[in-house]
């Protein structure tokens, strides 16, 4: 039992990581961001956040589950900095809020899958500029720089976290040697997501390094005596 919670702790995807991950990528972003906004008491940057809320949703993703490709440097930075752009515009184009947040989350899902950056907090980032633009003091295109500082050093800390504690960012599928006459190709894999008709949270090299792990591990048990 004592070993069990040791490997979900410590493990390479343990909590333990994810979280002491987090734990450095807010605060590190949190200070660089409000040293390089000179947020200082009087100052006309004190009306800019030097954390937005959706960085905390980006950072579950950055740490605890690298290798996703909701994760990957460009979704993040790509999905949350243009994210935040359409909820701007919609925002000072529309006026009311209801609408305003309404169409700027549709509209950054589309801008995001386009793009291929596809970033959950991404819809959270156009929510939150599309509210703050039709708020009653409207926040203007300044409120995209503690937004970008924010993302971009979360990135720079998940660079250097996740590859010093083993998992290489952005992510790179594991190479596996492929059995004699393989019964697939990659190709088929991607036959078969096409098929089915919905969006699995794993790339299709992942999905094939994995099935070949599988058909190798299940060769050699074959062999044994």
């Known amino acids: 039992m004592q070993t069990s919670w040791r490997v979900r702790a410590m493990g390479h995807l343990g909590w333990a990581r994810g979280a002491a991950g987090a734990v450095v990528g807010i605060a590190f972003a949190g200070i660089a961001t409000w040293l390089a906004l000179g947020l200082v008491p009087g100052g006309r940057s004190d009306a800019l956040p030097f954390l937005v809320a959706p960085l905390g949703a980006s950072a579950v993703l950055v740490f605890c589950v690298p290798a996703s490709p909701l994760a990957q440097p460009w979704s993040v930075i790509g999905g949350d900095l243009l994210s935040g752009l359409v909820g701007l515009a919609a925002g000072h184009l529309l006026g009311d809020p209801w609408l305003a947040g309404s169409v700027a989350v549709g509209v950054a899902i589309a801008v995001m899958s386009l793009a291929r950056c596809l970033h959950p907090p991404g819809g959270a980032c156009a929510l939150l500029c599309a509210l703050g633009a039709t708020g009653k003091v409207p926040w203007d295109w300044t409120w995209m720089a503690p937004i970008a500082a924010n993302v971009l050093l979360l990135c720079v800390v998940g660079w250097f976290y996740n ?44 999905l094939d390094a994995f099935v070949q792990a599988l058909l190798r591990r299940g060769k050699e048990s074959s062999s044994r005596p």
């Open 163 to 206: 590859n010093l504690t083993g998992h290489p960012w952005p992510h790179r599928p594991p190479r596996v040697p492929h059995v004699a006459q393989p019964a697939y190709t990659r190709e088929d894999i991607a036959a078969v997501l096409a098929d089915w008709n919905e969006v699995l949270d794993v790339d299709v090299d992942d």
